[in-house]
């Protein structure tokens, strides 16, 4: 097939790191399945600083195209992105539905995955997690292999074809080979995460020292009035990067002086935390469960400060079953 004939998935990104690193992994996926080349569009504002292509300047990956063409004249699905394929998926939205950002509006914005037989050239997907139980129907033949693996094992498979490029790489090596020294301790602890207390997270942390005594406590946070907590009490190290004002997202902050920058520092804590020992984090968190993924560490262990929650665990049950 010419590439001039060539059906296409573009990937759009929306909301944070870790929601747009599942919503590739899917849409990857997905592309396989259904024989469609890849490309992934993250040229809106969370990590591009000029309308640039971000995907590019994180990752290499052989299935994935972030150098996107011109798809004038293709057939696209859903219709609603006819003629407005240069915009990001939240303009889009705030466009057509002003304010509906959640799951359930942001349907309307991407094809149905149960379907494998559109006939349009280009399909856009856009989501804010993984699709791993509704693309399950589609195991079958060459990717029969997948029904005997869980979501989780899938989608670490896929991305440990994530290639970081060298500046991210760089990064996350030399910082592990400059502080991480014996067991490690990542603790991932957004602002958000403080209405619950800090008190679960010192608690596990402190257990984990008393019978750990001489490990290595890393913090990866949005908040940096939490480094001087974690500095003082357990002589934790963390990296040096942009932080809002207290309360304010990190992405998408109109505040934030260079967004790609902002997003190489959001991989590099993501990297360093997959290379912990221990990972301690809230499991309503995708950035903290994509960093589990990312583990190559067969003896990690993971610890969801949220494992007991009741509203979290409804919250996700809901996410893992409506959404995936």
Not at 154 to 163: D, K, P, V
Not at 242 to 270: F, K
Request: hydrophobic share 35%; net charge neutral; glycine share 6%.
């Amino acid at each position: 097939m010419s590439e001039q004939n060539e059906k296409c998935i573009l990937i759009k990104g929306k909301a944070g790191m870790g929601n747009r690193l599942l919503s590739v992994a899917t849409g990857l996926l997905y592309g396989r399945i259904t024989g469609r080349k890849v490309f992934v569009d993250w040229s809106d504002e969370t990590y591009s600083n000029r309308n640039e292509n971000a995907f590019g300047a994180f990752f290499h990956v052989n299935d994935i195209h972030s150098e996107v063409p011109d798809f004038s004249g293709k057939r696209i699905a859903p219709a609603i992105w006819d003629g407005h394929l240069d915009e990001s998926a939240s303009v889009r939205v705030e466009s057509v539905t002003p304010g509906q950002h959640g799951s359930d509006s942001l349907r309307q914005y991407s094809v149905d995955i149960r379907n494998t037989n559109y006939a349009e050239d280009v399909l856009i997907f856009c989501r804010y997690t993984h699709g791993m139980k509704t693309l399950r129907r589609h195991f079958a033949d060459a990717f029969s292999r997948l029904k005997k693996h869980s979501n989780a094992n899938i989608l670490s498979g896929l991305f440990s074809e994530f290639i970081c490029t060298d500046i991210i790489q760089t990064k996350v090596d030399t910082f592990a080979n400059q502080n991480f020294h014996a067991p490690t301790i990542g603790i991932h602890i957004r602002h958000m995460d403080r209405s619950c207390g800090l008190q679960p997270f010192l608690k596990r942390v402190e257990a984990l020292r008393k019978r750990i005594p001489q490990s290595t406590v890393f913090l990866a946070t949005d908040d940096a009035e939490l480094n001087t907590i974690f500095q003082n009490r357990f002589g934790a190290c963390m990296t040096d990067k942009w932080y809002p004002r207290s309360g304010n997202s990190l992405h998408q902050n109109n505040e934030c002086p260079d967004r790609t920058e902002n997003g190489i520092e959001a991989l590099v804590d993501m990297y360093l935390l997959a290379k912990c020992d221990y990972l301690i984090y809230p499991g309503s968190s995708t950035f903290s469960w994509v960093a589990s993924l990312l583990s190559t560490n067969p003896s990690a262990v993971f610890m969801d400060i949220e494992q007991y929650n009741p509203k979290a665990r409804i919250k996700r049950w809901i996410r893992d079953w409506l959404y995936t």
